[in-house]
C-alpha cells in the first residue's frame, strides 16, 4: 500500500541520536514500488541505524517514516508482517540444516501446511541449495550461508526487502549469484532496500543514496551519480606513485587525484589539454608511467570524490580511501 506520494518507502526529516551522535540526520526519502534501492556510505554513515529505523525496530527520536503505508512507531507489528529484513550480522542456527533453518522461520511467521512445503521447495531451488537441504548451516561455505539468509527472510513473502550489507565478505562469484537472485526478486516485483560497500553493486540499483555522518548527500540514478564529479578522467600507472602524485596534484587543469592500488586517477578540466601536459611533466621529472589514457568515472570514483569533499569542508577528519572496505569480513 503506497503513501499519498505514491511510496512504499517514505521519510520525513527522520532523525535518530545516541547521545551526541546524530546517527541518521534528517532524511527525507521515497521510493517507489519495485525499485532496488542501494544504500553506500563508510563505516558508521547511519546505513544500518536507516534501516532498522525503517523496519520498526528502533523508534526516531524525531521525524517520521511511513513503510507500506504504515507509520514506524504507531504500526510496527503491520510493518513487520510485510517486510523482510536480512540484519548485517544474520544468525543461522549453525547447528541446524538448511532445512531446519527455513522451518524455523516458517514457525516464527506461522506459514503452515502445505502453503509452508511448498514455499520450502521453492525457496530452496531459488536459492540453489536444494541438493544442500540436509547440510548444517554452519557448513555451508559464506555465499550459501547468505543465501541460506536470504532464502529465511522470503519465507512470508515480503513485498519489501531489507538487506543491510548482504554480500560482504563473500566472493565475487558468489556475489553476482546472489545479486541475480535479488534482480529475479526485483522482476516479481519486490521492492529491495540494499546496503553495500561495494561500488559495483551500487551501479546495479535503480537508485543510490550516499550517507555520510547520517546525512544523505547524494541520492539519484546511478549515472547521474557519476555525473555529479567534477571533469575528465585520465588514467595511469607510474614507476613512482607517490612523486608522480605530488608532481600532478601541482599541475594547472588537475582538479582532483585518487590512487587505486598502484594506478593513479587524475581529474582534469580537459583530457585533450592536459593528458600531453602530464606525461611531459612526468618525464622531464623522470617518472616512468604507462597505461596512460582516458576513462569514464565510476560509482567509485564519484563515491571518494564526493566523500572527500565533503570531508575537506571541515565536517570530519576521517580518511577516506578506495581500498578501506574491501575485504571488511563483517
Ligand atoms: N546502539 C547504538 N548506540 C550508540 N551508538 C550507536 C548505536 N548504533 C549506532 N551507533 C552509532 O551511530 C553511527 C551510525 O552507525 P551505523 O551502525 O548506523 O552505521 P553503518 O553505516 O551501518 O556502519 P557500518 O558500515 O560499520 O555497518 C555510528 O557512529 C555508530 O557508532
Ligand atoms: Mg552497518
Known amino acids: 500500500m503506497p503513501t499519498a506520494n505514491g511510496y512504499v518507502i517514505e521519510t520525513h526529516d527522520l532523525t535518530r541520536k545516541f547521545k551526541n551522535v546524530v546517527a541518521v540526520d534528517n532524511l527525507n526519502l521515497g521510493i517507489s514500488q519495485g525499485e532496488i534501492f542501494g544504500l553506500v556510505g563508510p563505516d558508521g554513515a547511519g546505513k544500518t541505524t536507516t534501516i532498522r529505523l525503517l523496519c520498526a525496530i528502533m523508534n526516531p527520536t524525531s521525524g517520521s517514516a511511513k513503510v507500506a503505508g504504515f507509520d514506524v512507531v504507531k504500526e510496527a507489528e503491520e510493518i513487520k508482517k510485510r517486510i523482510g529484513y536480512m540484519a548485517q550480522r544474520f544468525n543461522l542456527y549453525g547447528d541446524l540444516s538448511v532445512l531446519e533453518n527455513l522451518n524455523f522461520f516458517a514457525d516464527i511467521f506461522a506459514v503452515t501446511g502445505e502453503e509452508r512445503k511448498e514455499r520450502i521447495a521453492q525457496l530452496l531451488a531459488f536459492a540453489r541449495l536444494t541438493e544442500f537441504q540436509d547440510r548444517r548451516a554452519a557448513k555451508l561455505s559464506g555465499g550459501m550461508q547468505k543465501k541460506l539468509a536470504l532464502a529465511c527472510t522470503l519465507i512470508h513473502e515480503p513485498e519489501i526487502l531489507f538487506l543491510d550489507e548482504p554480500t560482504t565478505g563473500v566472493d565475487p562469484v558468489s556475489r553476482r549469484e546472489f545479486w541475480d537472485i535479488l534482480t529475479d526478486l526485483h522482476l516479481r516485483g519486490v521492492t529491495l532496500f540494499v546496503s553495500t560497500p561495494y561500488m559495483d553493486e551500487a ?94 568515472p565510476r560509482m567509485e570514483e564519484a563515491f571518494i570524490s564526493l566523500i572527500s569533499k565533503r570531508i575537506a569542508e571541515g565536517r570530519t577528519s576521517n580518511p577516506v580511501d578506495s581500498g578501506a572496505r574491501n575485504g571488511k569480513s563483517n
Do not use: N, W
Request: aromatic share 4%; charged share 35%; net charge negative.
Open 203 to 296: 551501479e546495479r540499483c535503480s537508485r543510490v543514496g550516499m550517507m555520510f555522518e547520517g546525512e544523505m548527500i547524494v541520492c539519484d540514478e546511478p549515472e547521474k551519480v557519476k555525473e555529479l564529479v567534477a571533469g575528465e578522467l585520465v588514467e595511469l600507472r607510474p614507476k613512482d606513485l607517490r612523486r608522480a602524485r605530488d608532481i600532478i596534484a601541482g599541475l594547472d587543469g588537475v582538479l582532483e587525484v585518487q590512487t587505486y592500488g598502484d594506478l593513479l586517477h587524475v581529474f582534469v578540466d580537459s583530457v585533450g589539454r592536459r593528458m600531453p601536459e602530464l606525461e611531459a611533466h612526468l618525464r622531464k621529472e623522470d617518472v616512468g608511467v604507462s597505461g596512460l589514457r582516458q576513462t569514464r
